[in-house]
């Protein structure tokens, strides 16, 4: 069966909260048993994009999990960076609100990479499904726009 993205790793997220899951390797064989044909590779980057980490369970191994609260969890900024340059295709500012373009099915990704950033003056994202807006604080849209066009290499 053919999965896109946005379907294989809201899967992986129900995998993730159903299963202890300690490998990547075990979650590539439990997609598949779904009907889902991913690689290790892809599984990787799926988890890192979900901002999934690795927990300690009481008593036993460290398996994968994605946190419930991910606004309290900060991406660094070289992770904005890689997930800006590889799914941002567009920058465009209305005073302080700044819409920013992606892949179809791509628009959460960015979203969630921001929500956990530190980028000085976004207060916030909303996410559709290729676009996103961005909200600065009041006078600093274009600061923000600036930011995440640098970041993007756009």
């Known amino acids: 069966m053919s999965t896109g993205k946005t379907q294989r790793q809201h899967r992986i997220a129900k995998l993730l909260g159903q299963k202890e899951i300690s490998s990547q390797f075990q979650l590539v064989e439990l997609l598949g048993d779904s009907g889902i ?4 590779a ?4 799926d988890l890192e994009e979900l901002g999934a980490i690795k ?5 036993g191994p460290t398996v994968y999990a994605i946190p419930e609260l991910p606004t309290e969890q900060v991406a660094p900024e ?6 800006l340059g590889e799914w941002l ?3 465009a500012r209305s005073g302080d609100l700044v819409i920013l373009r992606t892949p179809p099915g791509s628009a959460h990704v960015v979203a969630s990479a921001l929500d956990r950033s530190v980028v000085p003056a976004l207060l916030g994202t909303v996410a559709g499904d290729d676009t996103l807006l961005a909200i600065a604080t009041e006078g600093h849209g274009q600061r923000v726009a600036d930011k995440l066009s640098y970041l993007a290499g756009l």
Not at 37 to 40: C, L
Not at 55 to 59: F, L, S
């Open 37 to 40: 044909a991913a690689t290790q």
């Open 89 to 91: 295709v567009e920058v």
């Open 55 to 59: 927990v300690r369970v009481p008593g």
């Open 78 to 83: 070289d992770h904005l960076r890689r997930v």
């Open 42 to 45: 892809t599984v990787s980057r």
